[in-house]
């Protein structure tokens, strides 16, 4: 199971196989490269669940006991009671500490280039949307004004205690996403104009109505905001399709938004490094 994290995954099973998806055509539920730990009673991680990931987990014992194959060509299709379309190659190899350490520096990597999430209060959506958030690709920080809200946070949450929120605005790495969400319109407003004053930010929402998205752009418009600036706010954060203020479905709403968000920011990079013909 994924509840471990590899490193202590790896030491508590001595003998495991790495289950990898080498080459990855068509329709298939994960890319190439994506990987999985194989004990002889435990997984780690995942190539994308179904028939194929059972015959993988088997074939991977299978290696455990001295049998199976170090490659599997799979098509996904009726065959094996899926319907992808596509076609996956397995590479299948008993894991060594070499390989469990480029693993290791591989999911570092990974975590290093995870999009950075600001959120500012953490009050009842902040909450649920930092432990929404914890299992997605995000580095997510918590920035409070009080002690006792930045507890019960999941703990790969990096958690900042200030005064002055607004002040960590200008910390958020360029590209990374703003999320207002304090106990106080006011503070809500002064954090929104930091965010929106700069111009390398991914995302900037806050929470709120759209009656508060006119009161914030009266008010920005008093303090010298310029046009270019409330366009590209989110407020309402998560979208006017579901009106429902649970704060469990509004921070599921707003992972959507960010995931999406940055999926059409990855297409952009994309296509620009995509050289003319």
Known sequence: MRDLSLTAFIASHPALILVEIHEAKGSTPREAGTFMLVSDTSIWGTIGGGQFEYMAIDNARAMLSGGGEAVMDIPLGPE???????????????????????????????????????????GHVGQALARALAPLPFAVTVVETRAEALEDLPEDATKHLTAMPEAFV???????AAIILTHDHALDF????????????????????????????????????????????????????????????????????????????????????VPSA
């Open 80 to 122: 094996i009671g899926q319907c992808c379309g596509g076609h996956t190659q397995l590479a299948f190899r008993p894991l060594t500490p070499e390989l469990a350490e480029t693993l290791e520096r591989r999911l570092r990597d990974e975590e290093d280039e995870r999009p950075a999430v600001t959120l500012f209060g953490s």
């Open 190 to 273: 002064l954090i929104a104009q930091r965010a929106l004053a700069r111009t390398d930010l991914a995302y900037v929402g806050m929470i709120g109505s759209l009656t508060k998205r006119a009161t914030f752009a009266s008010w920005l418009k008093r303090e010298g905001g310029g046009d270019d600036m409330l366009p590209r706010l989110v407020l309402p954060i998560g979208g006017t399709t579901v009106w429902d203020k649970r704060p469990a479905v509004i921070a599921a709403l707003v992972a959507a938004e960010l995931l999406e968000t940055y999926a059409a920011r990855q297409a952009r990079t994309s296509k620009r490094q």
């Open 170 to 176: 200008e910390k958020i790495p360029a590209g990374g």
